[in-house]
């Protein structure tokens, strides 16, 4: 039997019949707890989480001392295209050399380095959970964190977690607000964060139109996300079109800074070349198409103008040439109107030439 699990709307309903909304991130009780791992999962829809399989402190045994081949551990585990955890363990499963495995490389070179903090020294910032109703826990923030404690300590092993009473009303914007001031994470990890985010804040914004009148202004989606004008600034333009995520997702390390100074040049592009403020859907989709390329170093085709080509034709005799060279054209009652004729239309000033030619040779020369 299927449960009827409450939208987003409808929490915050209930939440702000109770508080007023600038408390909704901030009356989140907690407190710090030592909590056994195995107690604990990840969040799979989390945008730093990676698809990992945890094993036992037995089986990670087994495979730390090659008991067991990669192909009866997929074979058992059925983890292919995942990462095997566990205890002095971990196994990147995903097909050798594929984008994804190297992606995975670096994330369990990034953990092992870390495990190796934590078995010598506590960790600064503890990793956030909060209670299901299993007798487990859910894991909000702190994947990475989390995966070097299976690391070094195993699943039997217990840590310290900050522990919210219940889940957070913003979940997602809770993740970004308190992964904000970290330099060592993704950057797609953290455009994606800003999304899933944002899209709470909107529900939330709309709400407070609909119970107060106005909604949430860029101010304060700032401050309820912990950052800065301009850092919000910042994942706005970036955000605003696929290929910038696409190529952060891909392992793209350029500086936030410099891929927003190419999508504003872009968009002032377009607005040049268009004369209009506002950009509709096939103008981002153009932009969408150059930032790709540029990011991607594929030169756009060079179209070449076809050249305009203005034909005098071929005379017949010395008469007409000479008179042609000589008379003011323009000047004869041939019935061409010079001042309405389009000069940059080649086909339109040919024909109009031609026409001269034939006027002269009956007009003028017999």
Same mark, same amino acid.
């Given at each position: @039997? ?5 939208? +987003? ?7 702000? &019949? ?54 009866? +551990? ?74 070097? @404690? ?8 217990? !840590? ?46 709309? @709400? ?19 950052? &800065? @004008? ?16 696409? !190529? ?80 003011? +054209? ?37």
């Amino acid at each position: @039997m299927l449960l009827n699990v409450p939208s +987003l709307e409808q929490k915050l309903t209930a939440e702000l &019949s109770c508080k007023d909304f600038s408390r909704i991130l901030i009356d989140q009780p907690y407190e710090y707890k030592s909590i056994f791992l195995h107690r604990i999962q990840p969040d799979q829809n989390n945008a730093r989480f990676f698809p990992a399989v945890i094993v036992p402190d037995q089986l990670a045994y087994q495979i730390a001392t090659r008991r067991l081949s990669k192909s009866q +551990l997929i074979e058992r585990l059925d983890c292919q295209d995942k990462v095997v955890i566990g205890k002095s363990c971990i196994l990147n499963c995903f097909h050798k050399s594929s984008f994804e495995w190297k992606k995975a490389n670096i994330n369990i070179t990034s953990i092992i380095e870390l495990a190796a903090n934590i078995s010598v020294s506590e960790l600064i910032q503890v990793p956030t959970i909060y209670p299901l109703d299993s007798n487990s826990y859910q894991l909000l923030t702190g994947h990475r964190r989390f995966f070097a @404690m299976i690391y070094a300590n195993g699943i039997d092993g217990a !840590a310290h977690f900050k522990v919210y009473s219940q889940k957070p009303s913003l979940p997602r914007t809770k993740q970004f607000q308190e992964n904000a001031s970290r330099e060592d994470l993704p950057q797609y990890g953290k455009l994606l964060a800003f999304q899933e985010a944002i899209i709470e804040l909107e529900t939330l914004s709309a @709400m407070r139109q609909r119970t107060e009148g106005k909604g949430l202004t860029v101010r304060e989606m700032a401050s309820l996300l912990g950052i &800065s @004008m301009g850092a919000f600034d910042n994942y706005s333009v970036l955000t605003r079109y696929p290929a910038v995520l696409k !190529a952060y997702q891909n392992g793209n390390s350029v500086p936030f800074t410099t891929i927003k100074k190419i999508v504003l040049t872009e968009e002032r592009r377009i607005r040049k070349k268009t004369g209009q403020t506002l950009l509709n859907v096939e103008h981002k989709r153009t932009i969408n198409k150059r930032i790709h390329d540029t990011l991607n170093n594929i030169k756009s085709p060079v179209t070449v103008e076809k050249k305009k080509r203005y034909r005098l034709g071929t005379l017949e005799s010395p008469e007409l040439m000479k008179f042609i060279l000589t008379e003011n +054209l323009l000047a004869l009652d041939s019935g061409i109107d010079w001042n309405d004729l389009d000069w940059e239309h080649p086909k339109a000033v040919n024909e109009a030439f031609e026409h001269v030619v034939n006027y002269i040779k009956e007009q003028k020369i017999r």
